[in-house]
């Protein structure tokens, strides 16, 4: 049996179908002819560099995948890909590391497009006694460690509210990224029980004065309440420098900030 290559011209059209537009908006938008792109799709034209260049902008297609779409066009890839401990990526490693060595006493982690742990401050791995050793070997994937009944879940004390903001964004990031992994990850996710009673949110915090969805944990000697930022190279032009994320969390309040100062002195 053969495998059958996938052509650049079926691959633009599969992100303009994933995109939702027609062939129309497309060529309106990137003005080109509608024939000219149909002739493209189909692959009765090949799609010169620019023309892929121009395309993938306008799609938003991640950089792995226009570097794909190039060579299936025959063209070598345009977007650098490093390995992360590379000399070429010592700056970015370094911003990384300043992040999150600056945001102690509080959890700090950066991520790949998987969302498998690249790297952590020490606050976050002070939040892991306990855990199933399982999870915690070879490649730790954070969604996974988060609402795994063995990982921290069990110690999320709003884990119906925070699962449903976590399956909500691994949703828009699928339909960004149209990755399968990301997918089978989902659903992976979505098949972990929730246990019944399992609050949605604090009854003392109505939504209507949230500005976020909070992460409430079960600390040692009371709630932890935190807020998430997320934090990426806006301008990165290499692969593996583009698909990093550093996750913050912030203290929602001055109880939480002060039990995590204390955390971190006892553990010095």
């Known amino acids: 049996m053969t495998e059958t290559q996938e052509t ?89 590391e300043r992040i999150l060595q600056g945001h102690l006493p509080h959890p700090a982690l950066a991520v790949n497009r998987h969302w498998e742990l690249l790297a952590a401050n020490k606050a976050v791995f002070a939040m892991l006694d306990g855990i199933a050793p399982h999870l915690l070997e070879g490649t730790v994937n954070v969604l996974r460690l988060s609402l795994h009944p063995e990982g921290l ?26 990755d399968p992994a990301l997918a089978a990850l989902r659903n992976e996710l979505e098949a972990f029980p929730v246990e019944n009673g399992t609050g ?14 909070p992460l409430r944990f079960k600390g040692p000697s009371g709630p932890l309440n935190f807020l998430s930022t997320t934090t990426v190279f806006g301008t990165a032009v290499d692969v593996t420098l583009s698909e990093i994320a550093i996750e913050a969390f912030f203290p929602e309040d001055e109880e939480t900030a002060q039990t995590m100062t204390a955390l971190a002195a006892r553990k010095a």
């Open 153 to 178: 879940a069990p110690r999320i004390l709003n884990l119906a509210e925070w699962r449903t903001h976590i399956l909500a964004r691994l949703a828009h990031e699928i339909d960004r990224s149209a």
């Open 8 to 96: 650049a011209g079926h691959m633009l059209r599969r992100w303009r179908r994933h995109r939702r537009l027609s062939q129309l908006d497309l060529a309106t938008e990137t003005d080109i002819s509608q024939r000219h792109l149909s002739f493209l799709e189909s692959g009765r034209s090949r799609p010169s560099r620019d023309m892929v260049m121009h395309l993938t902008e306008f799609l938003d297609v991640p950089l792995r995948e226009r570097n794909a779409i190039l060579t299936a066009a025959g063209f070598a890839p345009h977007y650098p890909q490093h390995e992360l401990k590379a000399p070429e990526l010592s700056a970015a490693n370094a911003v990384i």
């Open 200 to 213: 949605t949110r604090s009854a003392a915090d109505p939504v209507d004065n949230r500005i976020a969805v």
